[in-house]
């Protein structure tokens, strides 16, 4: 049951001061920006906006952007990973569903598929929260590769100082 106001302005803001250890809010007015810059390139016709590089607790969300039909890559991950498809659509290899416009998938920890983009999209762009890692993998299950928060934030740094934005042009996103 809600707790009944004590003032008489249910509009009137918190009157303390928060702990001073609390981060910075993050706002993105433009979450999908005009400015190409923005976004990192992270393969051919594939790159991501981040929105939240969280370093403490080993999370990143960012909104992948893919434009051209294809795979894309075959992965697992040892944590939750959520997504929600905001244009295009996706399927996985492994499983006989497609992930449309609009909606929302949930990917279990441990979970190894492959990401394909059909012939019929022009683009996909989805937001990703990834926790932990993802641990690329060939066909048989050997790693080929990983990625992490850290890994992103480096890429981030090295695009944003080669396109002129600076690479503590990051560093809005790091928490």
């Not at 106001?5 to 007015?29: C, F, G, K, T, W």
Request: aromatic residues 12%.
């Amino acid at each position: 049951m809600p707790v009944e106001a004590q003032d008489d302005n249910p509009r009137m803001p918190y009157q303390h001061d928060n702990p001073s250890e609390v981060l910075a809010d993050i706002v993105i007015p433009d979450g999908i920006p005009d400015d190409e810059r923005v976004w990192v390139p992270q393969a051919e016709n594939v790159d991501f906006r981040p929105l939240i590089l969280n370093r403490s607790q080993g999370y990143w969300m960012n909104l992948l952007r893919v434009r051209k039909s294809g795979v894309l890559s075959r992965h697992r991950h040892p944590q939750a990973v959520h997504g929600w498809v905001l244009k295009g659509h996706w399927h996985y290899l492994e499983h006989d569903w497609v992930a449309r416009e609009g909606g929302f998938v949930f990917e279990p920890p441990g979970e190894t598929h492959t990401l394909v983009v059909p012939d019929s999209v022009d683009e996909m762009i989805t937001l990703f929260q990834v926790q932990g890692v993802m641990y690329y993998v060939d066909p048989w299950g050997k790693g080929i590769g990983f990625e992490d928060v850290f890994t992103k934030i480096e890429l981030c740094r090295k695009h944003y100082e080669s396109v002129g934005l600076g690479a503590d042009f990051v560093e809005q996103f790091i928490r």
